[in-house]
């Protein structure tokens, strides 16, 4: 089925070690985002990747890192986890900016403990 | 501040019956408003997407509708079945890359 893949599903984290988040889309999007949400509050954007070879930081970039490898590939990495870093990671595509529609993955459950 | 602000917080309604879920915001510019349906366990999914100039617009059981003068919108959910029992969210768009989310309404429908 033609979407956004992530992995993994779920991931538990001891604090101050390193993972990468995953993701992939193969409707040929230009931009991609990553997104965290957490309970009782809005999903929040942490980086986009406007266009292949581009990435700027969202609101709450602090502690991640992000690599668009090509069209359909960008991701999320945790240099060293925290557990503030708790919560749901959204992956997400567009064929460009918000005029577009957006197309979610169906998450990371990352917890640190 | 961009705000995005949804009520009710929860709702709870029985199978069958409608129900209409509100959405108040302060964005500027404003661009577009959406409406995602978020089941437990998976990521949003868009229901509806209206510009400035579209008062109302629907898909199926759900109709939302947006007063971009008072900078109100609302989703009514017609006939619900279980299956809509989700989490409902209004995002408002402004310019650029820039998804301003509300905390999002949750819905059971009870048999």
């Known amino acids: 089925n033609a979407g956004v893949t992530q992995t993994p599903k779920f991931q538990v984290l001891k604090t101050g070690q390193s993972m990468t988040l995953q993701c992939a889309q193969d409707?040929?999007?230009?931009?991609m985002y990553w997104y965290r949400q957490d309970p009782g509050m809005g999903l929040r954007l942490i980086y986009y990747s406007a266009s292949e070879g581009t990435t700027d930081k969202g609101e709450v970039p602090n502690g991640y890192n992000v690599s668009r490898l090509n069209k359909r590939e960008f991701s999320l990495r945790l240099e060293s986890a925290a557990p503030s870093q708790t919560s749901v990671y959204f992956c997400?595509?567009?064929?460009?900016?918000?005029?577009?529609?957006?197309?979610f993955g169906s998450g990371t459950r990352l917890t640190v403990v | 501040k961009n705000q995005v602000e949804q009520s009710p917080q929860s709702l709870i309604i029985l199978e069958g019956k409608n129900c209409t879920l509100q959405c108040n915001y302060t964005v500027s510019p404003f661009s577009n408003l959406r409406w995602y349906k978020q089941d437990t366990g998976r990521g949003p999914v868009s229901l509806t997407i209206m510009t400035f100039s579209e008062n109302t617009k629907s898909n199926g059981r759900y109709t939302a509708t947006l007063d971009a003068d008072t900078k109100q919108s609302s989703l009514h959910i017609t006939a619900s079945q279980l299956s809509d029992s989700a989490s409902y969210i209004c995002?408002?768009?402004?310019?650029?890359?820039?998804?301003?989310f509300g905390k999002g309404t949750s819905l059971l429908v009870t048999p």
């Open positions: 995002v408002v768009a402004n310019s650029g890359y820039a998804l301003n």
């Open positions: 997400a595509s567009t064929e460009g900016g918000v005029l577009y529609g957006y197309t």
């Open positions: 409707m040929n999007h230009n931009s």
